[in-house]
């Protein structure tokens, strides 16, 4: 996964501090180096670290308990309520989860969209909880501000609209501020969705983001109601109304893109834009399945997500990476339309980029040691013909056997070093039954659901 894709068969990476130092055959590179360690890596893939491009570490405990719904009707019905009813340690708890689940899986750079809490001190907790577990990233801090016409007739509930407009922004930018360029994890602003948040709050995250020079982020068109909704209140298509007033650059990183037609997919991929594809989730809420092919014919640096626990189950990237392209070509009906090869690049190379880690997701001298190591000799993935082709079709989360993040080994051999992952899961199960009461979500615990139904929570 250098410039040129090369795959060596047999090959050795070297890592000094936190940069790879060598990479190439490996009779060549062993004869260069005297390692302070040695990893065995026979049978496995060193492959870059992944970057999941949209997640919610914060929905950890919600895992399992929401399916049956599409977008609209989960978030009233389901995700709102939860988001309402987590409090600050229950939050701290599941990001903490989530951001050990993802270190397993072979992730080293998520952007996590987080809005539940979403005071600073939460935000920057959360901040600190991904660090810790040693990720790099950033959480784009989820922003509502003054409601709008589009949010009253979407009937998002008031407890959601803790600030408006003018103190969300700024609560952003004390969080930003905290989180200085040279932070592993940095705070993003994250207005919520590109349909229903207050224009002038987009233009401010927007005017922050080049303040600070980060990324910004925002769910855009992940249903279909979303631009119809945000065509009928003001005339025109959301990312047409980004276009046309400047605001649509590098910069801007969105979620889902679903729903968006020629003149927005060919705006998006002009700015050269960010597109987090999330085919998992996408399928578990019956969004649509992303224009993949279009999006990036026309520039756009299209990155996979899984868009956190909650959506799908797992923050698994090799899920993610296979979903993406049964996905496109049943859409397409064109099985050469995507390669296996295409999505591990969107899922490496190109996450890094709209990360805004352009010299990270690659093997290569200088380059950050964002490593993950793979397992490819387990029954089910044998035999290994060609080693891209093992990783997406038949590998999986469970086979990461070591994840490095800058150097740092983060997973090695079932366990995160420094992180107590029993206490961690006990207590994670405390408060998410705790959560489950409290917000009323006991009837979606059934065990055994008879018939389909629409959510219901216990009054």
């Given at each position: 996964m250098d410039d040129g894709r090369t795959v060596f068969t047999v090959g050795s990476v070297a890592v000094d501090g936190d940069r790879i130092v060598d990479v190439g055959p490996a009779h060549e590179v062993e004869a260069r180096w005297r390692p302070r360690r040695t990893v065995d890596c026979r049978g496995r893939a060193v492959v870059p670290g992944f970057t999941d491009a949209h997640t919610h570490l914060f929905q950890s405990l919600a895992r399992g308990i929401g399916d049956g719904e599409p977008i609209w009707p989960w978030l009233n019905h389901f995700m709102w309520p939860y988001a309402i009813h987590l409090d600050a340690e229950d939050a701290g708890i599941a990001v903490r989860l989530g951001a050990v689940e993802a270190a397993r899986a072979g992730i080293t750079t998520v952007v996590d969209h987080h809005y539940a809490p979403s005071d600073p001190e939460t935000v920057l907790a959360v901040a600190d909880a991904i660090e810790e577990v040693g990720l790099r990233g950033a959480v784009a801090r989820g922003m509502l501000g003054d409601r709008t016409g589009i949010a009253?007739?979407?009937?998002?509930?008031?407890?959601?609209?803790?600030?408006?407009?003018?103190?969300?922004?700024?609560?952003?930018?004390?969080?930003?501020?905290?989180?200085?360029?040279?932070?592993?994890?940095?705070?993003?602003?994250?207005?919520?969705?590109?349909?229903?948040?207050?224009?002038?709050?987009?233009?401010?995250?927007?005017?922050?983001?080049?303040?600070?020079?980060?990324?910004?982020?925002?769910?855009?068109?992940?249903?279909?109601?979303?631009?119809?909704?945000?065509?009928?209140?003001?005339?025109?298509?959301?990312?047409?109304?980004?276009?046309?007033?400047?605001?649509?650059?590098?910069?801007?990183?969105?979620?889902?893109?679903?729903?968006?037609?020629?003149?927005?997919?060919?705006?998006?991929?002009?700015?050269?834009?960010?597109?987090?594809?999330?085919?998992?989730?996408?399928?578990?809420?019956?969004?649509?399945?992303?224009?993949?092919?279009?999006?990036?014919?026309?520039?756009?640096?299209?990155?996979?997500?899984?868009?956190?626990?909650?959506?799908?189950?797992?923050?698994d990237m090799f899920e993610v990476m296979k979903q993406t392209l049964f996905a496109q070509r049943l859409a397409t009906l064109d099985p050469a339309g995507v390669r296996c090869e295409d999505v591990l690049e969107a899922a490496t190379r190109d996450g890094a980029r709209y990360a805004g880690v352009p010299d990270a997701g690659v093997v290569r001298t200088g380059a950050p040691a964002d490593l993950a190591v793979v397992d490819l000799t387990g029954v089910a993935v044998q035999p290994v013909h060609r080693a891209v082709s093992a990783l997406v079709y038949s590998a999986r989360a469970g086979d990461v056997v070591m994840t490095l993040a800058g150097g740092r080994v983060v997973y090695e051999d079932g366990h995160c070093p420094g992180i107590d992952e029993e206490a961690l899961s006990a207590h994670a199960r405390e408060r998410a039954h705790r959560l489950v009461e409290r917000a009323g979500f006991g009837t979606l615990t059934t065990p055994w659901r008879p018939t389909a139904r629409r959510l219901e929570r216990t009054p």
């Open positions: 009253e007739a979407r009937g998002l509930p008031d407890a959601l609209y803790r600030y408006g407009t003018a103190e969300e922004l700024d609560l952003t930018r004390q969080c930003m501020a905290a989180r200085g360029p040279d932070a592993r994890v940095r705070v993003w602003p994250g207005p919520l969705n590109l349909s229903y948040a207050d224009r002038d709050l987009v233009r401010g995250a927007i005017a922050l983001a080049a303040e600070y020079g980060t990324r910004w982020h925002t769910h855009c068109s992940e249903g279909a109601k979303d631009p119809r909704s945000h065509l009928d209140a003001h005339g025109e298509r959301p990312v047409t109304w980004l276009a046309r007033e400047g605001l649509l650059d590098g910069s801007a990183t969105l979620a889902h893109a679903v729903w968006l037609d020629e003149e927005e997919t060919a705006a998006v991929g002009a700015a050269g834009a960010g597109v987090a594809h999330n085919p998992c989730s996408n399928a578990y809420l019956a969004s649509g399945t992303m224009p993949w092919r279009a999006l990036r014919e026309a520039g756009a640096v299209v990155a996979l997500g899984t868009d956190g626990p909650a959506a799908g189950g797992r923050q």
